[in-house]
Each structure stands twice: as structure tokens, then as C-alpha cells.
């Protein structure tokens, strides 16, 4: 239950008056009951706080910060082989991406921190007990020097050991930076013989059609990068 406001239609009147019920506290809009669902809604993963907000008429903001207060959700123990990565959730200008905590083998989340930054992560790790942290033999993680300095500052027993996602994306851009270079070179041939034809031919000619190399380097460079078993 929501205690609604009412206003007076009339322009010329500020009267203002709010739902008066046994069930609803003083100075507060909902009933005692409205956390309670706002909390039991929050059990279904699929729904966001806008959604929950949306339902029970309040705030995404108020719904987040119940779930906060009232929800205490303790961390998986570390396994030997976990992965450590970020998701854009974008909970306050702050914290604008969460830490998450995998592991590696099952899959399974261990732990979600609000921010990635070091304020949040150093406080973090500290508070797992040392032996639990000496435990970590595999951190698996981007190429982000922040997550890969972990093994250092936090699990100093394990090995920091970059995904193959980010390997073959940093492989990929290479390859492509590299047909770009020769595009280029092409390119610039193309220009030269252009300048030379106009002075050839006392034309002014700005525009040319592509060569067939600089063709197929704009158009069909992916077949360089096709998987070779196709």
C-alpha cells in the first residue's frame, strides 16, 4: 500500500493533504509491509530495480538501497583457479564498474564487488584471511595491469595468466593494423601514379576507382582472418 498526496485542482489554492492509515507510519509513503515484498522481488534475478520500483511505485534508488541494508550475501570460499573481470552496472558515478569473481572450472560467481577501483578491491582482498589467498594458484584476467599486479599484492602464490578471448582479440588487432599498413602503402602508390598522370595529361583529376590490391585489402581482408578449417 502506497500513501498517495492530493493537491487541490484549484490554482489559487495550495492545499495539499496526504493518505491517512493505521498501517502507514508517520512522514513515510509505504506501508510496513512494502520492504518485505521489495525484498522477496529482488529473488527473481530477471528483474532490475527499475522493474521492482516500477511495481511497487517507489524508487529504483529506494529499492537498491533496501537491498543493501537488509540483504546480506557472504562470499563463496576461493578455489585454486579463478577468473577476476568487470561488468559495466554503473551503480553511482563512482562506481560505475563492479569486480566480479569467478571460478574458473565450475563457472560459478564467487563474489560481486560494487567497484573495481583500488579503494574498494585493497579493502577487499585484505579481509580474506592469507592462507585463503595462498591457496589461488591461477588468476585468470584481461590484460588490465591492475588485475594482473594482484598476484603480487594479493595472491603471491599464484600465476597471472591472460584469457584467450583478450590474447586473440590483441592478435586480431594486430593482423588488422598490419593489412592496414599495406592498404596504405597502396594507397599512397595510387595517389603518386594519380599525380603523375594529371601532370602527364595537364588534368586536375582528384578522385580515383580503387586498385584491385586496395580493393580486396577494404573489402576482403577478412579471409585472412577466417578460421583455416573453413
Not at 530495480?49 to 537491498?67: E, K
Not at 563512482?94 to 577501483?117: H, V
Not at 584471511?129 to 594482484?150: A, G, H
Not at 590483441?170 to 603523375?196: E, G, H, P, T
Request: aromatic content about 12%.
Amino acid at each position: 500500500m502506497v500513501g498517495r498526496r492530493w493537491k487541490c485542482s484549484n490554482p489559487d489554492c495550495s492545499y495539499t493533504c496526504t493518505d491517512r492509515f493505521d498501517f502507514l507510519e508517520k512522514r513515510k509513503r509505504t506501508s510496513k509491509i512494502i520492504p518485505l515484498r521489495i525484498i522477496m522481488a529482488f529473488k527473481d534475478i530477471h528483474l532490475t530495480c527499475a522493474q521492482i520500483g516500477r511495481r511497487f511505485h517507489v524508487s529504483d534508488t529506494y529499492a537498491h538501497q533496501l537491498f543493501l541494508r537488509y540483504v546480506d550475501l557472504p562470499r563463496k570460499r576461493l578455489t585454486p583457479y579463478i577468473c577476476i573481470d568487470e561488468v559495466f552496472l554503473n551503480l553511482s558515478p563512482s562506481c560505475k564498474y563492479a569486480l566480479i569473481i569467478m571460478d574458473f572450472l565450475t563457472g560459478d560467481i564467487l563474489d560481486i564487488m560494487e567497484s573495481r577501483r583500488k579503494h574498494y578491491t585493497e579493502s577487499y582482498f585484505l579481509t580474506i584471511p592469507k592462507s585463503e589467498r595462498d591457496q589461488v594458484e591461477f588468476l585468470c584476467c584481461d590484460m588490465y595491469d591492475p588485475y594482473i599486479n594482484y598476484t603480487a599484492k594479493y595472491f603471491t602464490h599464484a600465476r597471472a595468466v591472460t584469457d584467450s578471448f583478450h590474447v586473440l582479440q590483441w592478435l586480431l588487432r594486430l593482423i588488422r593494423n598490419y593489412i592496414n599498413s599495406v592498404k596504405r602503402k597502396y594507397q599512397m602508390r595510387d595517389r603518386q601514379c594519380l599525380a603523375d598522370k594529371n601532370e602527364r595529361t595537364n588534368q586536375d583529376q582528384k578522385s580515383m576507382k580503387d586498385s584491385i590490391e586496395v580493393y580486396i585489402l577494404k573489402n576482403a581482408s577478412w579471409v585472412l582472418l577466417l578460421n583455416p578449417n573453413k
